[in-house]
């Protein structure tokens, strides 16, 4: 099949074109090289990719890119934090109105398969159990707690210290910054756009991606792209808060597979369905371990824990892929202590 790649020349996006050319399938690559992610050139296009330099904002370039094309896999966005509020406009208008550009032109084009990388920031803070209140949903935490180096949120109820335990699909969203917010709507206007032109559409919420060609040292990049050029600098990976906060670490090759296995069967589902599907490891670690297994797999400089924090972040929120995992057959391949130790040695972007 063919397949548009919008972001194809991001970090993600380029471990899923060589996963689809290596099945078999044609691949058109749509990117505008955002300065925000490259600090250099894009990438070659590999043999048999049709590599173009656009905007997803951009209605006739989208047009373009569009023909012939049996299912888009939708990964432009702009990523992480960002540097403060002042960002806003440029987050909504790329992943947001560059999402509703893109749709109108496959609804025009009447291309109806989309899988769209979507995000675990929708849940906000994660899933937790209070031993005397069951599943509570803690609201986001003070800055008088985060400053006082009381990190964990407590229960709503009581303030009982809380476990952390593993989100479903089913959990309720909860985006908590501006980047949360636009991957949330890029979801409700995939599902809107799928019933209003009985589309198909796959949201496959990532959790924090790592590996090979990951951006490197930038605001907008993720904690493990962070940690790495810190060490290539011979500087110590900087740790927030008290390190404790549990993320799940899937590696990106595992990712581009499930991508193109979703584009592979996304035809099979109802029209005018929008499914979402954790895209996690399984396998949850504290962002403390991770720092350590990375320095440690790089010779040093051993990891410092700063008790900063940003106000933005929620403290643990990891993947249940049981449902991916049920429906295209999914597994991740890449092992947490085997995927580090290669993160340690391989080039950033
Ligand atoms: N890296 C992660 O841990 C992670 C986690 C959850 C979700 N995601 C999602 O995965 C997708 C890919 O992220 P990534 O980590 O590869 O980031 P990336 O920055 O490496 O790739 C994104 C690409 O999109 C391009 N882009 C941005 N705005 C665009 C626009 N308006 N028009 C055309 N191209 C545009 C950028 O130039 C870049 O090449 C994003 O949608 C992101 O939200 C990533
Ligand atoms: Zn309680």
């Known amino acids: 099949m063919r397949v548009l790649i919008t972001g194809g020349a991001g970090f993600i996006g380029t471990h899923i074109v060589d996963t689809l050319l290596a099945r078999g399938h044609e691949v058109v690559s749509y990117d505008a090289v955002l300065a925000s992610a490259h600090s250099r050139p894009p990438r070659a296009a590999r ?6 330099v656009g905007d997803v904002r951009d209605p006739e ?5 569009l023909a ?3 299912a888009v896999c939708h990964q432009a966005a702009m990523v992480g934090l960002g540097k403060d509020f002042a960002d ?7 992943n947001d109105l560059g999402t509703a550009v893109l749709l109108a032109a496959m609804a025009r084009a009447g291309v109806r398969d989309l899988v769209l990388a979507g995000s675990m920031v929708v849940y906000g803070e994660g899933r937790y159990v209070c031993a005397r209140h069951g599943v509570v949903r803690p609201g986001p935490r003070a800055e008088t707690d985060l400053a006082a180096g009381r990190f964990e949120p407590r229960c709503p109820s ?6 952390p335990g593993l989100v479903a699909e089913d959990a309720p969203v909860d985006p908590r910054n501006v980047y949360a917010t636009t991957k949330l709507a890029q979801e409700h206007l995939s599902a809107a756009w799928a019933r209003s032109t009985g589309g198909r559409a796959v949201s496959l919420r990532y959790h924090n991606v790592y590996g090979p060609g990951m951006p490197r040292d930038t605001p907008y990049a993720g904690v493990a792209a962070l940690f790495r050029s810190a060490l290539a600098r011979g500087a110590a990976p900087r740790v927030f808060e008290d390190g404790g906060q549990r993320r799940d670490f899937v590696h990106v090759r595992d990712v581009a597979a499930a991508g193109a296995t979703a584009l592979e069967s996304v035809r099979d589902a109802g029209a005018g369905s929008f499914t979402a599907y954790n895209t996690g490891s399984g396998d949850p670690h504290t962002v403390g371990e991770m720092a350590r297994a990375l320095a440690e797999a790089h010779g040093g ?9 940003r106000l933005g972040d929620v403290r643990h929120v990891t993947a249940d892929s049981a449902r991916l995992r049920a429906a295209l057959g999914w597994r991740p391949e890449v092992g947490f202590a085997e995927g580090m130790r290669e993160f340690a040695g391989v080039a950033l972007r």
């Open 158 to 163: 009581c303030g009982a210290e809380l476990a």
């Open 301 to 309: 400089p051993a990891p410092v824990v700063t008790g900063e924090y």
């Open 47 to 52: 043999p048999g990719e049709r590599l173009l």
């Open 68 to 70: 012939g094309v049996d």
């Open 61 to 65: 370039g989208v047009a373009a890119a």
């Open 88 to 94: 806003a406009p440029s987050y909504v208008g790329c």
